[in-house]
């Protein structure tokens, strides 16, 4: 079993090495208190080696003839002399690649579940342009089937995200990806929460059909400034009666829109901003910088290439699709195959996001596919750097790079085991490990384990 | 040498002669030491193909290199027929969100039905046909999208070309429709029942009017709501044969909804999409009908509640010819499909061949044999295998050059030092 406590530590430095973010800590040490803390337990692991296998450790490294093992959830040792303590599963990784779980930062799975009718429609709360204080994790579904799915797909960890039609859309939570009857039982112990914000076409064309604000870019503008304006003042408020003692007696009132916005601002939630274009990435970070927050991470950011140079100035992590998505609207007009390449070049953190339950299956492909495109135009990045894209780098942006995200002694045993390069179009999850317990097992009768929701459907395959 | 140094080298002027005796097609290739797959399932090691006048005039392993041809030296690589993608929106759609006025693929007029033809509103300088052909393909399926009962007809264009005359390789290769959910909703009448009554109607019109056809127009009594005179002319030969009806349809219920159909009118029949066709594989063998797989398709839904990856190889094994689009991702799709149990061989076949004959045009295109058009592709390994690299594609002969709306973002953003220079 985890330890609690320890793990808290773990997650207050990895906080603070990413973003320079205040302490994150959990459920009611917050200074705006998670009411609704994880519940999540890990399911009972055994004492596991996997050895002889190809590692990809998620910070960098390559381990050809490697080992991993797990113990007590946790990795306990990695490298090529490592022994199998009596008693341990052994798993004989011959022509096998071993990689941290992989994550996801930007899923709405669970809020636009499957099967995709209009009642599965929990993801986006267009009824203002502020919504801060809706919560993704009350629109999560557990049975979406579509979990199961991303789990053959070797994801570990995701990030759901309310969607983008609000200027603040509400609050993401962080998830490990594991059958469970509550959301609870799936929150990421200790994760920061999330705030989603929207540049862009999105907002301004929902409230600009309603003759709201914003219906322009200018509108955009204002609505952002004029939320953090509000949520100064709220923070000034809480903070005022922080100083004074905190007597119950005199508790100013709660607004939760606010409670959100205020939340960011001492660093409790973090900001992952959809946005498309270079100019309006910056238009964000600036406004960031007015208000002093800084932003987690960009999502699609199918511009990111062209402002690469301020996303890495900034430690801003961008999450974009692997193949780029050019020119389904005009703000993705300009996306190439090169982005996640270019950003990562130059030094900024790359991050290969889905926001689709079908790519979310396939992560580690879209990442091939970005790497093809790099290597086409003689930008060679190897294997071992570009696993980071799809683990490492989106554990950082959701604020739990210390627990999850790369194979190191004394990390989560979150692990896959690939049937072969996970670069491949032919390489399958073989193995999928969650705090060392063996979630996914792709030789098992019916390897994955679906919500209530497939039980008694006749064209159940479970693949 | 990267294509970005490749372009480079272009824009410098020392490719300019190639280029352009290039631009006709009318220059002669040979491609020699390279893996020839003539389709899915038949190779030639170490051959040798010649393109010339833009047809394919030898390709085999004791094929001589004509005098004043240009060689390519294809060691270590495998050549390919130009792919086919059987089911697209190719050049008619520029931006899809917010920009309805680039948008030609479907129609607000319902008595169009059958006879709306969108590959005549095809764009030849559409900017995604330069990075849709960049990976391999060199034809398109071009089909509608949508529409009450028949969405309308299908062709067949090449991916190279000025004018939309010079691009179609054929027109009038397919009908659409859709049943299901797709095609029983409030326009197709809100019952599954609403919409097989109709098409059942509306090809039965069809028969009778061909029936018909030496009798006195004056006693033609016509049916009420019977479809109009363009309907007849457009769906008459779906009923002779010539072509197929292209069904969107996913559900095993609604499938057999459509082998319904397709017996009782002795249809050619492509199903579009087909979530659970794999559990009709059989059946789908026995009637000839053809299926365009979604390989990503595994997310239930109540269309499709036993979708499944491994959709593609159960038909494909069960001997159905499966066929793939996918655009860009057309190499991709096909790879998921094998690496989800159907073979290597039905797969490039689906690519290739088996699309060309589904979409009769395969005396002109489908397979490397001589006589036929020079759409040929030189891969750095593997088609299927995502780190591979079309090398070089040619369209009837003709090099299609390294140059797309994303190469040029993509030089423009190399080196961000000029930005720097003006202060940010």
Known sequence: MMNRRVKKTVLLAAAAVWVGAPAVVEGQDRRFPDPFPSTYEPFPSETTLIRNATILTGDGQRIDGGSVLIRDGRIAAVGTAVQAPAGAVVVDGAGMWVTPGIIDSHSHLGNYASPGIGSQSDGNELTDPNTAEVWAEHGVWPHDPGFGHALAGGITSLQILPGSGNLFGGRGVSLKNVPSRTVQGMKFPGAPHALKMACGENPKRVYGQQD????????????????????????????????????????????????????VLVGETRIHNHCYRGDEMVNMINIANEFGYSIASFHHAVEAYKVRDYLAANAICSSMWGAGNYGFKLEAYDGIEENVALVHEAGACAIVHSDSPVEIQRLNQMSAVALRAAEEEGIEIPKEEAIAWITLNPARAMGVGDEVGSIEVGKAADLVVWTGDPFSVYSHAQHVYIDGALMYDRSAPDPIVFGDFMLGMDGEVGR | MSRFTLRAAALSGLAAFALTAAAAGQETIAITNVQIHVRGGVVIENGTIVMREGRLTGVGADVPVPSGARVIDGTGKLATPGLIDSYSQTGLGEIGGQAPGTQDAGTSLPELGASFNPIRAVNPENTHIPMIRLRGVTSSVVGPRGGPLFDGSGGVISMDGERVSDMIIRENAAVYTSMGEQGSGSEGGGSRAALRMRLHDALQDVLTSMLDEDADEDDDERREGAINERNIEALKP??????????????????????????????RMVINGGAEAWRAADELMAAGVAVIVNPTANLPTFDGLGATMEN?????????????????????????????????????????????????????????????RADVVIWSGDPFELSTTAEHVFIGGREIPEDSRHERLFDRYRDLSRYRTVGR
């Open chain 1, 212 to 263: 709201r604000s914003p219906a322009s870019a200018m509108g955009n503008g204002a609505g952002y400034r004029s939320g953090w304006i509000a949520a100064t003042e709220y923070l000034r408020e809480w903070q005022a009666w922080w100083d004074a003692g905190s007597d119950a007696a005199t508790t100013p009132e709660r607004n939760l829109q606010l409670e959100t916005l205020a939340s």
């Open chain 2, 312 to 372: 593609a190889g159960i038909l494909a094994n069960a001997g159905v010819k499966v066929l793939f689009a996918g655009g860009r991702s057309l190499t991709h799709m096909a790879g998921l499909a094998v690496a989800n149990g159907m073979t290597r061989a039905a797969a490039g076949d689906g690519l290739s061949l088996a699309a060309a004959e589904v979409w009769g045009i395969a005396d002109e295109v489908g397979s490397l044999e001589e006589g036929k």
């Open chain 2, 238 to 267: 779906l009923l002779l044969g010539e072509i197929p009806l292209v069904v969107s349809v996913n559900r095993l219920s609604d499938i057999h909804m459509a082998l319904e159909l397709q017996e009782k009118f002795g249809l």
